[in-house]
Each structure stands twice: as C-alpha cells, then as structure tokens.
Nanobody, 124 residues
Framework: QVQLVESGGGLVQDGGSLRLSCAAS????????MAWFRQAPGKEREFVTA????????NYADSVKGRFTISRDNAKNMVYLQMNSLKPEDTAVYYC?????????????????WGQGTQVTVSS
C-alpha cells in the first residue's frame, strides 16, 4: 500500500505561480513512477505530467509544456509540481498518483494509488 497526500493548492491570479507537493509513504518511494493528474468540474480526469522512478524521464501534456515542471526527491519521499504562468483553464483539483511501471503511463488506469487531491483555482 502507498499513501499519497497532496498540499500547496490555493487561489492565484492569472499569470501567477503555485508549487504543489505530494508526500508518499508505505512503500519504497524510489520504486514508484509518479504523476500529476487534474480534474475540472464536469470533465474527465486528465494527465498533466509524470516522472520516472529515478527522475531521468519526464512527460508533459501539451497544455502545460513549458509552464509546469515535475520533480522528485527520493530521499524525502516527495514529488513536486511547479506551476508557472497559470491560466484560468488550469483550474481543477490536482491529484498525485503512483505506479510501479518502468515508463510512467499517461492513462489513469496505469496508476494504482491516488491522493485525495488539492484544489487549484486561477482567477482571471
């Protein structure tokens, strides 16, 4: 079992920045690929970004490429999402997810463990 707890969400103005954190426990963190997904009201959960177990491989949705950066600290069992140049369309609940896959999946079904989510609201 893996427990994931997100933090760092909040309200920010258009063009602003936020940094989300996800704390993992319950299994060797370095054995897990990690990802961030988001879900806006009335929409399906969508892939945002993912990072491989060792941090060498990252993958981003086109909508966030160049604005968001995923990183991890295996010594602290943490994964981060730095979000810059935020837009109102980035408003959503952001979820941290963990997978045992070698190559981080982009599909929700590729992830076995999920956090409870943290709300990000970008005002125009």
């Amino acid at each position: 079992q893996v427990q994931l707890v997100e933090s760092g969400g909040g309200l920010v103005q258009d063009g602003g920045s936020l940094r989300l954190s996800c704390a993992a426990s319950g299994r060797t963190f370095s054995s897990l690929a990690m990802a961030w997904f988001r879900q806006a009201p009335g929409k399906e959960r969508e892939f945002v970004t993912a990072i491989s177990k060792n941090g060498f491989l990252t993958n981003y949705a086109d909508s966030v490429k160049g604005r968001f950066t995923i990183s991890r600290d295996n010594a602290k069992n943490m994964v981060y999402l730095q979000m810059n140049s935020l837009k109102p369309e980035d408003t959503a609940v952001y979820y941290c997810a963990a997978s045992g896959a070698v190559v981080p999946p982009r599909a929700t079904y590729g992830y076995d463990y999920w956090g409870q989510g943290t709300q990000v609201t970008v005002s125009s």
